[in-house]
């Protein structure tokens, strides 16, 4: 008897939380002007600083909170500076995950996004001494693509100007420097091509 009323309080509970959370990303999401899709799923709540664009497709599901994903240490983290772009395709999932854009960043469809991914399409600073001491005026930039059905695992790290062609998987802690095709596995860091891999595999 005991037990189950523990349990159902902890669904009460978690049913409120989930209902709050809600809305709070909801007014979140509106304040940012963030375009959002249909049966959008967020659990927890994001962190967002948008002035750019950033679109989110229907179906979307984001995992924001240890609750929801055991190896999400951190909420997920959505930056787009001045004229960037941030897409996220119909139907892919993200968890604890951070994309920060200063051109474009594009995610397909169906794209599963792993816990601790970060996603930058800049280096931030510029390489040489002088310049980061004098304004990093030399800021190396470029769009990074994700196409549909990708598997990106837990805690990859991909750089700028990467493109990742459709079916390819990305093995966890890896670090994507260079482009992959379609269909294909990489791991390591740098990644390098693995094998190729098999549909339904």
Same mark, same amino acid.
């Given at each position: 008897?005991?037990?189950?009323?523990?349990?159902?309080?902890?669904?009460?509970?978690?049913?409120?939380?989930?209902?709050?959370?809600?809305?709070?990303?909801?007014?979140?999401?509106?304040?940012?002007?963030?375009?959002?899709?249909?049966?959008?799923?967020?659990?927890?709540?994001?962190? &967002?600083?948008?002035?750019?664009?950033?679109? #989110? !497709?229907? @179906? %979307?599901? +984001?995992?924001?909170?240890?609750?929801?994903?055991?190896?999400?240490?951190?909420?997920?983290?959505?930056?787009?500076?001045?004229?960037?772009?941030?897409?996220?395709?119909?139907?892919?999932?993200?968890?604890?995950?951070?994309?920060?854009?200063?051109?474009? &960043?594009?995610?397909?469809?169906?794209?599963? #996004? !792993?816990? @601790? %991914?970060? +996603?930058?399409?800049?280096?931030?600073?510029?390489?040489?001494?002088?310049?980061?001491?004098?304004?990093?005026?030399?800021?190396?930039?470029?769009?990074?693509?994700?196409?549909?059905?990708?598997?990106?695992?837990?805690?990859?790290?991909?750089?700028?100007?990467?493109?990742?062609?459709?079916?390819?998987?990305?093995?966890?802690?890896?670090?994507?420097?260079?482009?992959?095709?379609?269909?294909?596995?990489?791991?390591?860091?740098?990644?390098?091509?693995?094998?190729?891999?098999?549909?339904?595999?």
């Amino acid at each position: 008897m005991i037990k189950s009323i523990v349990v159902y309080s902890f669904r009460i509970y978690y049913f409120i939380n989930r209902w709050i959370t809600t809305k709070i990303n909801k007014l979140r999401l509106k304040a940012n002007s963030v375009e959002l899709g249909d049966s959008v799923m967020i659990n927890g709540i994001l962190h &967002i600083v948008n002035k750019g664009e950033i679109k #989110i !497709g229907n @179906g %979307v599901k +984001i995992n924001s909170s240890l609750r929801y994903n055991p190896i999400s240490h951190h909420p997920c983290s959505f930056y787009t500076s001045e004229n960037a772009v941030i897409e996220i395709g119909d139907k892919s999932g993200l968890s604890g995950c951070t994309l920060y854009s200063v051109k474009k &960043i594009h995610i397909g469809k169906r794209v599963l #996004i !792993g816990a @601790g %991914v970060n +996603i930058y399409d800049t280096d931030f600073h510029s390489l040489l001494v002088d310049e980061r001491l004098n304004g990093d005026s030399n800021i190396k930039s470029s769009p990074v693509y994700i196409y549909d059905d990708c598997f990106i695992g837990a805690n990859v790290t991909i750089l700028k100007g990467v493109t990742i062609g459709a079916g390819s998987v990305v093995a966890a802690c890896s670090v994507v420097t260079k482009n992959i095709g379609e269909n294909e596995l990489w791991a390591g860091n740098p990644a390098r091509y693995i094998r190729d891999t098999i549909y339904g595999e």
